[in-house]
Structures are given as structure tokens and as C-alpha cells.
């Protein structure tokens, strides 16, 4: 796409969940990582929430064997409705109700794990030949506009593919791709290349790309014949390195903060932060916090 063209809007999005979840073994054996909750909503729902605030109206979740649960929690469910109605609960009724109708949500099973990338691919039928959003699983991002509407509106600025990125640790740079780019102007640079999973020493910047994603169709084309990279797996990030070769990509440093929520010290990190800024749970946990921070248990007697 040339800046200038006429913008098509971004209105589907890719949320691939079909990994295996190994960091959260054993709760994961049976239970998608997706599914665990951030208090009293599962981090996925969390992602759809953002897509569907953002203005995403089709969003297809890639998933694997093991991960109908998803599909459940995202389903019309009359029997609880129809409980929930007989005792009058209507602030619950109204909220499993929003679950079920936010958006148009499609599923498709990812055969085996064999990358981001090769899960990227399974929606390439679903998303035809327009620009879309990529909401990896693992990241929830809090902030006052929703992290993927920022990306749309610098799509809508550039036609061009938009990376979610943030400046992270120079010793952290090994978990995420490291993005060699030229500056544009603050907080946005044009991607030249990218590494994956680099070590300090290999990273070209330390700006990390973190999970969310506006990619145009191209991306599809490579995918298709791109080899396996590291880990043997199809990766994403060296597609997007082929795209930035052939057309324009851009980095974006996005404001919030965003959650590892595949990690435990960041799914941890998220209850806490998350329970301080309910109205609801606040005081009483702030109590609880100061109390048992200074109690023997904490200081591990």
C-alpha cells in the first residue's frame, strides 16, 4: 500500500491461542493458558475486549486441541441465563450476555504448532485481501485508548503495516524481536529489519515488538513460502522482515502497560494491578497488601 491510497478500515483480527502453554504446566495440562483469569475475566477475553473497543467487528481465534473451552466461554448460554433471570440477577445476566454477543468470533484448529507465522496462515481465507489486526494470546496491554486502536490509527496515517512495540530492558531483548528501524518521528520508526529472539550483543535496538499487530494482506504471500526459522518454527518476525523489504513497515511505540501474562511474574503482576484499580476490591486488597507484607508469612518465617 502507497500513502495516499485510499484507506481501507480494519475491521477483522487474528487472535492465535493455540499454544501449548508450557510455562503454566500443570494448570495448562487441561486448561488453555488463555482461559486463566485476570481476577474475574480470562486473559482472552481481555484481547476480544480490546479488538471489539478498537473497532474490530470479525475476529477469528486460532486454537488447538484441547481448547473448546474458549469456544464455550464465548458462547449463548441459555441455562445460566435463564437462572440467572429466575433470581433476578441482572448485573450478572447483562455481563454473560455481553460475552456471548461483543463480536463475531470464528474458530479455526491450528494442526500442530509449528510457529506464530504458520498460525497467522490459517486465517488467510477468513481475511481475503484486506488489512488486519494480529492480537497474540499472551499480551494484554491496559491503557486509556485501547493498544490495537492506536495501531489502526497510525495505519490509517501510513497504509502500511504497524508493529506494537515498546522499549524493554537490553538484557530482555533475548525474549522478544528486536527491531532495527530509522526514526520517523517520536515514538515511530520505519522498520528496515528484524531479529528474532536476539541476544544482547545480536539486537540491533532494544525497542521489542510485543504481540499486536496491523498487517497488510502481503504478509500471506510470504508466509507461504517462507523456511522455518528459529526453533523450526514458521516465524512471524522474519516475515515481517521479507514485508519490510517489499513495502512499507512501521514500529510503534504504544502507550499502557502491557502485561506477559504468559509468564508468571507478569500473570501475577496483572491480578495486582488490575484488583488496585477496582472500585470494587481496591480498599479492601490495599489493606490486605500492607498486612501481609509486613507479616512473618511474607517474610518466609
Known amino acids: 500500500m502507497k500513502r495516499g491510497a485510499n484507506i481501507i478500515m480494519v475491521k477483522k483480527a487474528i487472535i492465535p491461542a493455540a499454544g501449548l502453554g508450557t510455562r503454566f504446566l500443570p494448570a495448562s495440562k487441561a486448561m488453555p493458558k488463555e482461559m486463566l483469569p485476570i481476577i474475574d475475566k480470562p486473559t482472552i477475553q481481555l484481547i476480544v475486549e480490546e479488538a471489539v473497543d478498537s473497532g474490530i467487528e470479525d475476529i477469528l481465534i486460532i486454537?488447538?486441541?484441547?481448547?473448546?473451552?474458549?469456544?464455550?466461554?464465548?458462547?449463548?448460554?441459555?441455562?445460566?441465563?435463564?437462572?440467572?433471570?429466575?433470581?433476578?440477577?441482572?448485573?450478572?445476566?447483562d455481563i454473560i450476555k455481553e460475552v456471548s454477543t461483543s463480536a463475531n468470533i470464528h474458530y479455526i484448529r491450528q494442526r500442530e504448532p509449528k510457529g506464530l507465522g504458520d498460525a497467522v496462515l490459517y486465517g488467510k481465507s477468513f481475511i481475503g485481501n484486506e488489512p488486519f489486526a494480529v492480537l497474540v494470546g499472551d499480551d494484554v496491554v491496559d491503557s486509556k485508548t485501547p493498544c490495537t486502536r492506536q495501531l489502526i490509527d497510525m495505519f490509517e496515517k501510513y497504509n502500511a503495516t504497524i508493529l506494537g512495540c515498546q522499549?524493554?530492558?537490553?538484557?530482555?531483548?533475548?525474549?522478544?524481536?528486536?527491531?532495527?528501524?530509522?526514526?520517523?518521528?517520536?515514538?515511530?520508526?520505519?522498520?528496515?529489519?528484524?531479529?528474532e529472539k536476539p541476544s544482547a550483543k545480536e539486537a540491533t535496538s532494544n525497542q521489542a515488538?510485543?504481540?499486536?499487530?496491523?498487517?497488510?494482506?502481503?504478509?500471506?504471500?510470504?508466509?507461504?513460502?517462507?523456511?522455518?526459522?528459529?526453533?523450526?518454527?514458521?516465524?512471524?518476525?522474519?516475515?515481517?522482515?521479507?514485508?519490510?523489504?517489499?513495502?512499507?513497515?512501521?514500529?510503534?511505540n504504544f502507550k499502557g502497560r502491557r502485561y506477559d501474562i504468559g509468564s508468571k511474574q507478569g500473570?501475577?503482576?496483572?491480578?495486582?494491578?488490575?484488583?488496585?484499580?477496582?472500585?470494587?476490591?481496591?480498599?479492601?486488597?490495599?489493606?490486605?497488601?500492607?498486612?501481609?507484607?509486613?507479616?512473618?508469612?511474607?517474610?518466609?518465617?
Do not use: W
Open 63 to 93: 486454537t488447538s486441541r484441547g481448547k473448546g473451552i474458549m469456544e464455550d466461554h464465548f458462547d449463548k448460554s441459555p441455562e445460566l441465563e435463564r437462572a440467572l433471570e429466575i433470581r433476578h440477577e441482572k448485573k450478572a445476566l
Open 167 to 195: 522499549v524493554v530492558d537490553r538484557q530482555n531483548i533475548s525474549k522478544y524481536a528486536s527491531v532495527d528501524g530509522v526514526y520517523v518521528k517520536e515514538n515511530l520508526y520505519r522498520v528496515k529489519g528484524l531479529i
Open 209 to 252: 515488538v510485543l504481540g499486536k499487530y496491523i498487517i497488510t494482506p502481503t504478509i500471506f504471500e510470504i508466509l507461504e513460502r517462507i523456511n522455518p526459522g528459529v526453533g523450526g518454527e514458521i516465524q512471524l518476525t522474519d516475515a515481517l522482515g521479507e514485508l519490510a523489504r517489499v513495502e512499507e513497515v512501521y514500529a510503534y
Open 267 to 301: 500473570y501475577l503482576e496483572a491480578i495486582v494491578e488490575y484488583a488496585l484499580k477496582r472500585e470494587d476490591l481496591r480498599d479492601d486488597f490495599k489493606r490486605y497488601l500492607s498486612k501481609i507484607i509486613d507479616s512473618d508469612l511474607y517474610k518466609g518465617n
